[in-house]
């Protein structure tokens, strides 16, 4: 990463208001120099009106928008350094692909435009593509004349609203590593909006996740997993196991729970909730860091390990993993994960399972909040 920051995005205190409605709550957010950022999360959360106001295209009601040390909150569009590239990507249908990527250049006034074009041409991999018109490409390869056309103007940011949304799944997946190649390469800064996890956490160094006008949380994608703040955060990023546990003990690194007449232990570090003795906490485990053992096996599984009793009740085949529901009195119905390796043909709904995992995998929340808050979300979006 370098050390100029002329390609960095602060916003100071910026909100958006819309008569009694708030799109925007206040916000404070910077996106460093260089970095690949993304603002995720569902239909109406503000991440869209957030990306329309550094790109000048909405007023923000309060705050400022910095990018570098220019103060841009007023300025018109053109007069930021940012291009903005849409879902819609927005190409000249009468005009080729070079002159599409030319027209930036050409309406500044600007004579010798073949050697910068072909130079965009060739990081977005369409040299061959030059003289095609924008309907004889695939959606893919519209999409990165989009990118090549906004990136010739060497804009300070680069902008992305949704630009993969209009795309099959094969050709998002692939498009995703390719932004992020493009985006190493020229080491410009991306702002890209999205409400699509696993596209988010392809590209990304650094996610805020977006709710109801507000960021509940920012970090890598890995931090965000790994180490969900919020429920929102845990259910909307992937699946989460929630239990509803009572603090037994919390002496030491470790706290102690009872949930539903066992034990459980939670890494105090691991913990967002205050720990005290008789509080209640929402307990975290991912369904992939869960081994699913049949209960004539379960004086096999390693000492140390949390471990909770249940039955299968439903169990989906999906090639590289099999995907397991067991009930449980901790919970209804408890996800789990396990790699196809060595299957155990007992494992099929009605078998008496135990789960059990690693201490270490498990994740404390603040039990006041709502433990659905996220579910949901993601499947409507993806719809």
């Not at 569009?77 to 903005?84: C, S």
């Not at 061959?128 to 940011?157: D, T």
Request: charged letters at 20%; hydrophobic letters at 40%.
């Amino acid at each position: 990463m370098t050390t100029d920051n002329s390609g960095d995005v602060r916003l100071c205190g910026i909100s958006k208001t819309y008569g009694s409605f708030t799109a925007v709550h206040p916000l404070d957010l910077t996106v460093p120099q260089g970095s690949f950022f993304a603002l995720l999360g569902a239909s109406g959360c503000g991440k869209t009106t957030t990306l329309r106001m550094i790109a000048g295209l909405e007023e923000p009601t309060t705050g400022t928008v910095l990018l570098g040390d220019q103060e841009v909150t007023h300025l018109p569009p053109y007069k930021r350094p940012v291009n903005t590239v849409f879902q819609s990507y927005a190409l000249f249908p009468h005009l080729d692909v070079f002159e599409n990527v030319a027209f930036g250049l050409r309406r500044r006034g600007i004579k010798s435009v073949r050697k910068q074009v072909e130079e965009m041409l060739e990081l977005v991999q369409l040299g061959e593509q030059a003289r095609k018109k924008p309907h004889q490409l695939s959606g893919g390869q519209q999409q990165r004349v989009a990118v090549a056309r906004a990136l010739i103007n060497h804009p300070k940011v680069l902008l992305l609203d949704e630009p993969l949304g209009a795309l099959d799944l094969k050709l998002r997946r692939q498009m995703q590593l390719e932004l992020k190649r493009i985006q190493t390469e020229v080491g410009i800064t991306f702002v890209h909006v999205t409400h699509d996890q696993e596209e988010a956490m392809t590209m990304a160094d650094t996610v805020a996740v977006m709710n109801a006008g507000r960021v509940e949380q920012l970090g890598s994608p890995t931090d965000l997993y790994e180490n969900p703040r919020t429920t929102f955060v845990a259910n909307f990023l992937g699946t989460s196991n929630l239990i509803e546990a009572e603090i037994d003990s919390a002496a030491g690194g470790d706290i102690v729970l009872k949930a539903g007449g066992g034990k459980l232990v939670l890494p105090r570090a691991r913990c967002s909730a205050p720990a005290t003795t008789g509080g209640k906490v929402l307990v975290g485990v991912r369904p992939e860091k869960i081994s699913l053992t049949h209960a004539d096996e379960a004086g096999g599984i390693p000492e140390g390990r949390n471990r909770i009793t249940g039955r299968i009740v439903d169990s989906s085949f999906i090639g590289v993993s099999t995907q397991y529901v067991v009930d449980s009195p901790v919970c209804p119905r408890f996800e789990v994960y396990a790699q196809n390796i060595d299957r155990d043909p007992r494992l099929v709904p009605g078998a008496e399972v135990v789960l059990h995992w690693n201490p270490a995998h498990t994740f404390g929340l603040d039990a006041a909040q709502d433990i659905d808050a996220g579910v949901g979300t993601a499947e409507e979006e993806g719809a």
